[in-house]
């Protein structure tokens, strides 16, 4: 049963010695993976039949907000089934080419959402040998000295990884838009500051 509708299977950006790939897990509409000027410039050109065919648009342009695309060429397959295969290629890029996807598929986006991610971890990771030198108790100074002491081995232990997990958390702070950014930032004196890797 014919649909007309499209589905996007993947996508590659091609930067000089570089290709960048992705590729949908299922079938996805195309208006649910790229944007809606983009699906709305590129309907122009696919094809209006279900047969064989090869077009080339070498004077046409796909021009988006952040966009545009020249040279198009549509490569399509016979359908089969009801289904038909399309590639479209395009010759000419300038400006921001992952801006056709939806936001949840770029790049960008998942780097933002692992550094979240890792600095929640790192909070986490740093917030953990506090609590354990909270909870020492303070009935016997001998005994008191002893859980201190323990506890602060534990921390030399872990040093590195700490100082580690202090800059990923000052990082995200750093760059986390202003808007997000309710708490009053801490001083930064005497807190370790690691070069990056």
């Not at 279900?50 to 342009?61: F, H, M, P, R």
């Not at 921001?96 to 550094?115: D, F, G, N």
Request: overall charge negative.
């Amino acid at each position: 049963m014919l649909t007309d509708e499209w589905f996007a299977d993947r996508i590659e950006f091609h930067l000089g010695g570089a290709r960048n790939v992705t590729t949908f897990k299922c079938a996805t509409p195309i208006a649910s993976a790229f944007s809606a000027d983009f699906v709305a410039q590129i309907r122009k050109h696919l094809p209006q039949t279900t047969d064989a065919a090869v077009i080339v648009e070498s004077e046409s342009v796909v021009q988006t907000q952040k966009l545009v695309l020249g040279g198009v060429r549509v490569v399509a397959q016979q359908a089969r089934h009801g289904v038909q295969s399309v590639i479209m290629r395009f010759k000419q890029a300038l400006g921001a080419m992952q801006s056709v996807l939806l936001p949840k598929y770029r790049t960008e986006q998942t780097t933002r959402e692992a550094l979240d991610r890792s600095a929640a971890e790192a909070l986490l990771y740093l917030l953990r040998p506090c609590l354990d030198l909270a909870e020492v108790e303070l009935d016997g100074e001998t005994e008191v000295l002893e859980q201190v002491a323990r506890r602060l081995e534990s921390l030399a232990e872990n040093k590195e990884e700490l100082r580690f997990f202090v800059y990923l958390l000052r990082r995200f702070v750093e760059n986390a838009p202003m808007a997000e950014v309710t708490a009053p930032r801490p001083r930064q004196k005497g807190l370790p500051s690691p070069d990056p890797a």
